[in-house]
Every structure is written in C-alpha cells, then in structure tokens.
T-cell receptor
Framework: DTGVSQDPRHKITKRGQNVTFRCDPI?????LYWYRQTLGQGPEFLTY????????KSRLLSNRFSAERPKGSFSTLEIQRTEQGDSAMYLC????????????????FGPGTRLTVL | AQSVAQPEDQVNVAEGNPLTVKCTYS??????LFWYVQYPNRGLQFLLK??????LVKGSYGFEAEFNKSQTSFHLKKPSALVSDSALYFC?????????FGAGTILRVKS
C-alpha cells in the first residue's frame, strides 16, 4: 500500500510529557499537511510543508508544538508538556504539488494518530 | 474567509433509496470544493472535488456532487444508498494551502 502512513496509531500519555508523531507521505508528494480533529468536529489545519520548508502555521499551533520535515520526506510533529486539551486525532495529509497551484491539489490523508492525555 | 456549512448533523436513508448530504459554502473568488468520507477510527478518504467546468462531478464509490453557484451549494448525492455508505461525511473548501472543513454529517443507511 502506498498511501500516507502515520505512527503510532494510538498514544496515551500523562499530562506534562512530550510526544512525537511521525508521518510518511505518499512517495514523491511534495506537499505535506498536519491537521487536528477533535470529537464531533471537522479537521482543523495546523501546518503545511512544501518539500522541507514549513510555509504556513496556524494560530492553533502554540509554541509547545513543533513540526519538521527534514529532507522533504517524512515529517514529525512534537508536542511538549502535553495538556489534556491536546487530546485529539492528529491527521497527516500529502498532495502531489507537481508544479501546479496548491489550491487544486487533492490532499490524501493518513489514518491518524489518536492522542489521549491523562 | 472561506467557510462551509453542513446544515444536517445526521441523515437517515433506507438502503436502495437516493441520498443527499448538503453543503453550502462562502468564499471569495473561485471555490475549490471537496468531499471526504471518514469511517470510525480511520482517516479521511477523498471522494471527489470541484475545481472548474461541469457542474456535476462524479467521484468514487458511485458518489457525485452538484455545484450550484447561484445557491452556493455543493451537495453530495448517490442514486442508490448502500448500508456500507454509513459513515461521517465532510465537505471542505480550499483556502490558500489548507482545507477548511465543515462539522460533518453522519449518514446512516438502514437495510
């Protein structure tokens, strides 16, 4: 299967701990996105990478959150000093970005990482 | 700012009957609209998108959507519902680099 993969699928942690999630996009997709989804809501945008460059960050992304995409391949999302309000599904998506405008790209989503902060 | 609204929290339909899941949008400029489906504890699966051209867009699993500029709507439709179509459906609009999603509509198809 060559879809977007995320690891781990589930993470339970205690408040105050740091967690890191990994996303592997579809091969050769240049664009990568992180979203957060809470119960009963649609996904909300967190951040966007074009290759290794982080080009946009949401105001939702507090200074406890950091995302990287070294070498323009996989990406990691780290949350420091987790809070109970961080409990959510974290979704990663990728899109081709082969020279066309990003606005018409289709984003393909991974299965998500469900974070529970106790 | 771009936004979408899904006015129905839940839609119930009998298997074999046509289904419609509603979406209205508010955008400045050309709307780029998407439908995704989410099964329990899974990520989102792309169904279809409208960028330009024909107002009737055909997508995966027999779904289609009708773009109506005058009514600012992009309703998802299927001629004959299956029990396996039961899931959570999201409408989204592209805003810059990101997708802005509606709150979602639960579709329940009963046999």
């Amino acid at each position: 299967d060559t879809g977007v993969s995320q690891d781990p699928r589930h993470k339970i942690t205690k408040r105050g701990q740091n967690v890191t999630f990994r996303c592997d996009p579809i091969s050769e997709h240049n664009r990568l996105y992180w979203y957060r989804q809470t119960l009963g809501q649609g996904p909300e945008f967190l951040t966007y990478f074009q290759n290794e460059a982080q080009l946009e960050k949401s105001r939702l992304l507090s200074n406890r959150f950091s995302a990287e995409r070294p070498k323009g391949s996989f990406s990691t999302l780290e949350i420091q000093r987790t809070e109970q309000g961080d409990s959510a599904m974290y979704l990663c998506a990728s899109s081709p970005g082969a020279g066309g405008p990003s606005s018409t790209d289709t984003q393909y989503f991974g299965p998500g990482t469900r974070l529970t902060v106790l | 700012a771009q936004s979408v609204a899904q006015p129905e929290d839940q839609v119930n339909v009998a298997e074999g009957n046509p289904l419609t899941v509603k979406c209205t949008y508010s955008v400045s400029g050309n709307p780029y609209l998407f439908w995704y489906v989410q099964y329990p504890n899974r990520g989102l699966q792309f169904l279809l998108k409208y960028i330009t051209g024909d107002n009737l867009v055909k997508g995966s699993y027999g779904f289609e959507a009708e773009f109506n500029k005058s009514q600012t709507s992009f309703h998802l439709k299927k001629p004959s519902a299956l029990v396996s179509d039961s899931a959570l459906y999201f409408c989204a609009v592209r805003y810059g680099n990101k997708l802005v999603f509606g709150a979602g509509t639960i579709l329940r198809v009963k046999s």
